[in-house]
């Protein structure tokens, strides 16, 4: 009324006596029609009021668990079976990993690859940084693609070299050994260097003081048979595996690629990180963990392998040394007793004097300005 005052509210108009009458007719016919459907209606049987026999409820029970059986089958099934390794393997235990860390940082903290007495072996160059003397100069410097040796070769009687011989990038190589005197050399050499390999390029044959350096000359001298005489054979041979030899330079001058992989600092460093990852490895498959945590164990052994391969710097020497210097590059077990000796001299001298030390550590120093 307030929103629109001029309406007014309208009441239905009344039905009047006819309209009540008609509408008492109505509904006396309505309830007349529900009592004929109710008369209609079959009456509920006494079989279906009754409670199911006992005999019926254990059957249904039965169904109900052999049904509930094949579900849980059904389930198991689709269960993820577990691996080899987890039957094998404890549960995961994260005490190794820890452990394994501070090995490597007390490997890396008592152990000085820099203290060198005597000659230093230079690494750089002159103005070299020393970021870039410790990160790649130790893994460029002493690379070559190929490493030259001579060998020394008896002729046996009335037998020749057994060299098969051919061509490749402008030189030759060896394509196999054949029966003959390089054979029977290489059954007595002592060490791996002493023998000639299939793949060995060869750049002279000397035979009683006649020298052949061509492909024409090299395959005379190698056939020639010959009693008792000595031969001399310049050997080159890939310092790379056979899987990467493709990247050898054709020219001949070892590329960047050739001196990362063939240099004393790179294999130091493969050698040292393949003994430590092995360690880290056993701990890694004993904590019980999956494969995820290998790459933290793989970075700690890389980490202790370039400590100990890397090269040094130092802006304090004098005239004639060199600033950028090649470290000591002990083998593993022998830093490793090394730096348990400094350890248990540190242990020694924290035992006579314990107080000094827990000064030194608790009590800030006093600053004289």
């Given at each position: 009324?307030?929103?629109?005052?001029?309406?007014?509210?309208?009441?239905?108009?009344?039905?009047?006596?006819?309209?009540?009458?008609?509408?008492?007719?109505?509904?006396?016919?309505?309830?007349?029609?529900?009592?004929?459907?109710?008369?209609?209606?079959?009456?509920?049987?006494?079989?279906?009021?009754?409670?199911?026999?006992?005999?019926?409820?254990?059957?249904?029970?039965?169904?109900?668990?052999?049904?509930?059986?094949?579900?849980?089958?059904?389930?198991?099934?689709?269960?993820?079976?577990?691996?080899?390794?987890?039957?094998?393997?404890?549960?995961?235990?994260?005490?190794?990993?820890?452990?394994?860390?501070?090995?490597?940082?007390?490997?890396?903290?008592?152990?000085?690859?820099?203290?060198?007495?005597?000659?230093?072996?230079?690494?750089?160059?002159?103005?070299?940084?020393?970021?870039?003397?410790?990160?790649?100069?130790?893994?460029?410097?002493?690379?070559?693609?190929?490493?030259?040796?001579?060998?020394?070769?008896?002729?046996?009687?009335?037998?020749?070299?057994?060299?098969?011989?051919?061509?490749?990038?402008?030189?030759?190589?060896?394509?196999?050994?054949?029966?003959?005197?390089?054979?029977?050399?290489?059954?007595?050499?002592?060490?791996?260097?002493?023998?000639?390999?299939?793949?060995?390029?060869?750049?002279?044959?000397?035979?009683?003081?006649?020298?052949?350096?061509?492909?024409?000359?090299?395959?005379?001298?190698?056939?020639?048979?010959?009693?008792?005489?000595?031969?001399?054979?310049?050997?080159?041979?890939?310092?790379?595996?056979?899987?990467?030899?493709?990247?050898?330079?054709?020219?001949?001058?070892?590329?960047?690629?050739?001196?990362?992989?063939?240099?004393?600092?790179?294999?130091?460093?493969?050698?040292?990180?393949?003994?430590?990852?092995?360690?880290?490895?056993?701990?890694?498959y004993i904590s019980g963990?999956?494969?995820?945590?290998?790459?933290?164990?793989?970075?700690?052994?890389?980490?202790?392998?370039?400590?100990?391969?890397?090269?040094?710097?130092?802006?304090?020497?004098?005239?004639?040394?060199?600033?950028?210097?090649?470290?000591?590059?002990?083998?593993?077990?022998?830093?490793?007793?090394?730096?348990?000796?400094?350890?248990?001299e540190k242990v020694a001298?924290?035992?006579?004097?314990?107080r000094s030390y827990a000064?030194?550590?608790?009590?800030?120093?006093?600053?004289?300005?």
């Amino acid at each position: 009324l307030r929103r629109y005052p001029t309406r007014r509210l309208e009441r239905a108009p009344s039905p009047g006596p006819a309209g009540t009458c008609a509408l008492a007719r109505a509904r006396a016919r309505a309830r007349l029609g529900m009592g004929k459907k109710a008369a209609a209606a079959p009456a509920p049987s006494s079989a279906a009021s009754a409670p199911p026999a006992p005999a019926k409820v254990e059957a249904a029970k039965v169904e109900a668990a052999k049904s509930k059986g094949k579900a849980s089958k059904k389930v198991v099934a689709t269960e993820v079976k577990p691996g080899l390794l987890s039957y094998l393997r404890p549960k995961p235990r994260w005490i190794f990993f820890p452990v394994f860390a501070a090995v490597c940082a007390w490997i890396i903290a008592l152990n000085d690859q820099c203290d060198i007495k005597g000659k230093k072996k230079d690494c750089g160059y002159s103005g070299i940084t020393p970021n870039a003397c410790k990160t790649r100069a130790c893994f460029l410097k002493g690379g070559k693609g190929y490493e030259k040796r001579t060998v020394k070769v008896t002729l046996e009687q009335g037998a020749a070299l057994g060299l098969s011989l051919s061509r490749r990038d402008g030189g030759v190589v060896v394509s196999s050994i054949l029966e003959g005197s390089v054979s029977l050399h290489n059954a007595a050499a002592a060490t791996s260097e002493d023998v000639i390999l299939a793949g060995d390029g060869i750049t002279r044959v000397a035979i009683d003081g006649k020298v052949a350096t061509n492909l024409a000359d090299i395959e005379k001298a190698v056939n020639r048979p010959g009693a008792g005489k000595a031969v001399e054979i310049d050997v080159l041979r890939s310092r790379l595996p056979s899987f990467l030899q493709w990247v050898h330079d054709k020219g001949g001058t070892p590329n960047m690629v050739e001196k990362l992989l063939s240099s004393p600092g790179t294999l130091h460093f493969a050698s040292v990180w393949s003994r430590v990852g092995g360690v880290g490895f056993a701990a890694w498959y004993i904590s019980g963990y999956s494969p995820a945590s290998l790459p933290l164990y793989a970075t700690l052994s890389a980490a202790v392998a370039w400590e100990l391969s890397r090269c040094c710097h130092d802006e304090s020497v004098g005239a004639g040394v060199p600033h950028c210097f090649r470290s000591k590059r002990d083998e593993l077990p022998k830093v490793v007793q090394k730096v348990w000796a400094q350890t248990s001299e540190k242990v020694a001298q924290v035992r006579k004097d314990p107080r000094s030390y827990a000064r030194w550590l608790f009590l800030p120093t006093a600053i004289t300005l």
